[in-house]
Every structure is written in C-alpha cells, then in structure tokens.
C-alpha cells in the first residue's frame, strides 16, 4: 500500500519560513519523479515544484523562484519543500504527489498523493 505523508505545514508570518516533508512508504521511490501541489479555496490545485527521479533536475512555478527550493533524499524515502519570504498569496493546502513521468503539471496525471497539509501565511 503507496503512502505519501506530508508535514511540517502550520501559521507563519509574511517573510517567514517554513519546511514541508513528504516521506513515502510502499513504493520505489527513486523511480518516481516528485511534485509539491497546493490548493488555496476556490481554486485549482496547481503544481508548485516538481523534481526529478535523481534530484538533478527540478522545476518552479514562477511564483516561487528564488524562494522555494524542493530536494529529495532518496535513502530516507522523502520530499522536501523549503519555503522562505512565504507570502499571503501562498495560503492554501500543500500535497505532495508521486509520478512516473517528470514535468507533468496536470494533477490527474499523478499516480500518488498525500493528504495535505495546510499552509497559512499571516500579513
């Protein structure tokens, strides 16, 4: 059974920062390409990092360059997002999702998700 579990959501200040992890259980992951969605009310979910099966490769929402930076260790099975200068606008529910294929931003696509967590950015 694929299990992806996120953390390290929570409240934060403009200019804060903040760590998500996703660790993964029940599948190879070093053969999954990785990508960080959010979600903020009333709207789509969107891809906001995505990075490649070996960490050499990553992509950015234009919206988060130079202030987020995705990694991944693949010997403790996890995905990480760092978060810095976070901003109101970046309020929403942030999943993690696992995908065979590298530079898919279509959330359908995705073969594996976590449930979420929240991410609140105070002004």
């Known amino acids: 059974q694929v299990q992806l579990v996120e953390s390290g959501g929570g409240l934060v200040q403009a200019g804060g920062s903040l760590r998500l992890s996703c660790a993964a259980s029940?599948?190879?992951?070093?053969?999954?390409?990785m990508g960080w969605f959010r979600q903020a009310p009333g709207k789509e979910r969107e891809l906001v990092a995505a990075?490649?099966?070996?960490?050499?490769?990553?992509y950015y929402q234009d919206s988060v360059k130079g202030r987020f930076t995705i990694s991944r260790d693949n010997a403790k099975n996890t995905v990480y997002l760092q978060m810095n200068s976070l901003k109101p606008e970046d309020t929403a529910v942030y999943y993690c999702?696992?995908?065979?294929?590298?530079?898919?931003?279509?959330?359908?696509?995705?073969?594996?998700w976590g449930q979420g967590t929240q991410v609140t950015v105070s002004s």
């Open positions: 999702a696992a995908h065979m294929t590298y530079g898919d931003s279509i959330p359908r696509l995705y073969d594996y």
């Open positions: 029940g599948l190879t992951f070093s053969s999954y390409a």
């Open positions: 990075i490649t099966w070996s960490g050499g490769g990553t």
